[in-house]
């Protein structure tokens, strides 16, 4: 009889040891988190074909976090809710200085500009005729459709204009066409990305200054290895025409590697005054 309880106690203490390896490797699942330019739909398809390419060159997991609109989505990334997060340019400075997010990847072969469209048959030939008009964004902290505008109107062409939130870019376009305000923010891929019929109906009126793309971005508690191995992943996908043409929808053309010094340049436009928390 002891010599069962024995053989009983080794066997208990033989699977804790077992058992305990395999539970101390089990795989964390990152979350990644999209800043909602498209409906959830569109952002799901042109996700997760790359989330399943990182996770099989990586090893390592990655779960994709959708939010309701870009406020929404504000206030997850600052309270620190995703892993990685791919953001506008001025979002990775909120994020950063409320998180200590880093910038990791970005497109190297272009550069992000807003667009103020109007009806193709609007009488508006100028940005200084826009005074006191109301005027569509998707939400005030999209950077390239609503911040950089609002701040070039202010202090580059001293105009004010009445600002109509619609939540996302599509609701822009809409508006515009339909009438209900004189003009509307964008940016030159949710644009190009709407149907002929939409787009055949409006008109580009004026590009603001140009500013580093939308990057992908880290939270510090990520370990080094684990970035290391997302940011592999990404770069070893630009040597694959068909994985290529994945970030390409996002759209990141050339995925290359990016830091926060990309993003400084943002902090002498006067941005600040303009972002709403």
């Known amino acids: 009889m002891l010599c069962l309880k024995k053989l009983f106690s080794v066997g208990v203490l033989l699977g804790v040891f077992v058992l305990y390896p395999l539970s101390?490797?089990?795989?964390?699942?990152?979350?990644?988190?999209?800043?909602?330019?498209?409906?959830?739909?569109?952002?799901?398809?042109?996700?997760?074909p790359i989330i399943r390419e990182i996770e099989r060159q990586s090893g390592i997991k990655l779960k994709l976090?959708?939010?309701?609109?870009?406020?929404?989505?504000?206030?997850?990334?600052?309270?620190?809710?995703y892993d990685f997060a791919y953001m506008n340019p001025y979002h990775a400075l909120v994020a950063?200085?409320?998180?200590?997010?880093?910038?990791?990847?970005?497109?190297?072969?272009?550069?992000?500009?807003?667009?103020?469209?109007?009806?193709?048959?609007?009488?508006?030939?100028?940005?200084?005729?826009?005074?006191?008009?109301?005027?569509?964004?998707?939400?005030?902290?999209?950077?390239?459709?609503?911040?950089?505008?609002?701040?070039?109107?202010a202090?580059?062409?001293?105009?004010?204009?009445?600002?109509?939130?619609?939540?996302?870019?599509?609701?822009?376009y809409?508006?515009?066409?339909?009438?209900?305000t004189q003009a509307g923010g964008g940016v030159q891929k949710t644009f190009e990305h709407q149907t002929e019929e939409i787009k055949s109906q409006l008109r580009i009126l004026y590009k603001t200054s140009k500013v580093a793309p939308h990057p992908i971005v880290v939270h510090p508690r990520v370990s080094k290895?684990?970035?290391?191995?997302?940011?592999?992943?990404?770069?070893?996908?630009?040597?694959?025409?068909k994985q290529s043409a994945l970030l390409k929808?996002?759209?990141?053309?050339q995925a290359g590697k990016a830091s926060l010094k990309d993003y400084l340049p943002l902090q002498e436009m006067g941005l600040d005054k303009f972002y709403i928390k």
């Open 155 to 172: 202090n580059k062409y001293n105009i004010n204009i009445k600002p109509k939130y619609v939540k996302s870019h599509g609701s822009v």
């Open 225 to 241: 290895d684990s970035v290391d191995k997302f940011v592999q992943a990404i770069l070893s996908m630009r040597e694959s025409e």
């Open 65 to 81: 976090v959708g939010a309701p609109s870009i406020p929404d989505f504000e206030k997850a990334f600052t309270k620190g809710e």
């Open 96 to 153: 950063n200085k409320s998180q200590g997010y880093q910038p990791i990847i970005r497109d190297v072969g272009r550069q992000l500009f807003g667009i103020i469209v109007v009806r193709k048959d609007s009488p508006i030939t100028s940005v200084t005729e826009l005074d006191k008009m109301t005027i569509a964004f998707p939400a005030p902290n999209a950077l390239g459709a609503a911040l950089i505008p609002r701040a070039e109107f």
């Open 249 to 253: 929808k996002v759209p990141i053309k």
């Open 174 to 180: 809409l508006n515009v066409l339909l009438g209900q």
């Open 24 to 48: 101390a490797q089990a795989q964390t699942e990152y979350t990644l988190g999209v800043v909602p330019q498209f409906d959830s739909r569109k952002i799901a398809k042109t996700w997760h």
